[in-house]
């Protein structure tokens, strides 16, 4: 089975292949270009999707049971094969904007964090509940929709500077409208919100399942519902501001958000709950033991 690196490698080739359309070339060589672009994304998004259903292969077998058990770079493949799939999408629906110089980067950057953390599968004793796997996919989606908010968002300020200074015309880059723009990063930070609500939700729900309370003054409780209240704040923010013409709001919210985000994915993470140590649990930001500081 591929490793991580097989696709790492391949995500760069189709970002240097992006590059490439920045070069004059002749109209047959643009369209050679981006059939070789299209073959390379589809290798590295299958070679993706063949290690992750691999991860959950050698997952169930290790429990020998119907559970799962995550760790983080599990999370963090699964967040970049969403983030992968979006760029899929963008770019078989806008092959004539340069999107992928803006979302591989960031792609490429999860794929490097995640192959960072050691991808050990948690044991049998922590293996991933029903309302677990819910709450980490949710978590995941919302941390996706946010590095794609953020992606849209600096094409929107780049693309407002270049209407302002009358330099949109000028040059090769071609980036989509400002209402595009403007629409896309709403609906990613709207979905965002929603997923991370929802999360928020599943974890408290998967906190009464297993220990028939919730901890509401525990550091990952406080982290994820602060998250939630932002994205939901941001949300209303950019939706007054955008019907009163002023969509650049909707790029400074979507950039604040993502770095809120990262901040609260770092504090998660590099507290003993998240660290490695403790059997590289899932993403779990609703979720402490007392008895040994791990989640799940």
Known sequence: MPNATCFLVAYALVLCLEMGRWAGMSPRGKSWLMKLLVATTAIGLMTHTLYLLDRVFLSAVSNQSWQLAFSWHDWGI??????AIAYVWLLLRRSESWIGLFVLPM???????????????????????LWRIVHGISMTLGTMLVSLGFAMAIMYLIQEWRLKTKRANQGV??????????????????????????????????????????????????????????LAIATAIQRYFAKRGRGHFTAWMNILSFVIVIIALYLVVSAPHGKSDSNSRAPDLLKTRPNNGGVG
């Open 173 to 230: 880059l071609r980036l989509p409208s400002l209402e595009y723009l403007q629409t896309l990063g709403s609906y990613c930070l709207l979905c965002s919100a929603g997923s991370i609500g929802f999360g928020v939700v599943s974890g408290v729900i998967m906190n009464l399942v297993q220990d028939g309370q919730v901890n509401w003054t525990d550091r990952g409780i406080l982290f994820s519902g602060g998250l939630f209240l932002w």
């Open 107 to 129: 792609l490429l950057a999860i794929i490097g964090g995640s192959i960072s953390i050691p991808s050990k599968p948690m044991n049998h004793a922590s293996s991933a509940s």
């Open 78 to 83: 699964l967040c970049a094969w969403a983030l």
